[in-house]
């Protein structure tokens, strides 16, 4: 009489093992796939060029100096300094486009953390942290671009060179994580 083959040992059995590792992989690939892609805008909104020309951050994202999230402009935000601007190019015209039909910029938000993440802007703005510090040298970019790399590792090194005295409050796992 045959002995029957261990259930591990079994051809289905490792050809489903293998499908749902494979489907567990492009999953995760095509995650972080997406999180560093730069989304598509609905206007090409150069950055280098608004923030070079020393236009302040929150002037656009005023929602930082107060709350977890910078926020986006709306359309009379930039209508309030490009319906004085003569020159006209296809970005602007959109903008007019946006504002004659009394509708929202649907802009696509670039720095998404995970749902299990609660990052609020305030306290690093209160702390003097510089914007460029987690989004970037936007001088050099000119549609904004998610930064590779921004994890929990990176927040917790950063939190970690404030110092001894503030590193038990900053590596406390509720801060982010409630």
Known sequence: MNKPLPLWMRP????TFAVVVLIFLGAAAGGLYLTQTV???????????????????MYCHP???????AG???????????????KRTPEIEKLLNYAANGQ???????????????????????????????HGDLTKMTVAEPQRGQNM???LECHQKQGPEKWERLSDCALCHY
Do not use: M, Y
């Open 12 to 15: 289905w059995v490792r050809i």
């Open 39 to 57: 989304p598509e805008q609905p206007i090409q909104f150069p950055h280098n060029f608004h923030v070079g020309s020393g236009i302040p951050c």
């Open 63 to 69: 929602g930082a100096q107060w709350g977890p999230t």
């Open 72 to 86: 986006l402009p709306t359309t009379q935000k930039c209508l309030g300094c490009h319906q004085q601007v003569e």
């Open 104 to 134: 929202s910029i649907p802009w696509v938000p670039v720095a998404i953390q995970p749902d299990f993440v609660q990052f609020n802007h305030r306290p690093h703005v209160a702390a003097g942290v510089e914007c460029a510090t987690c």
């Open 153 to 155: 590792g990176w927040c």
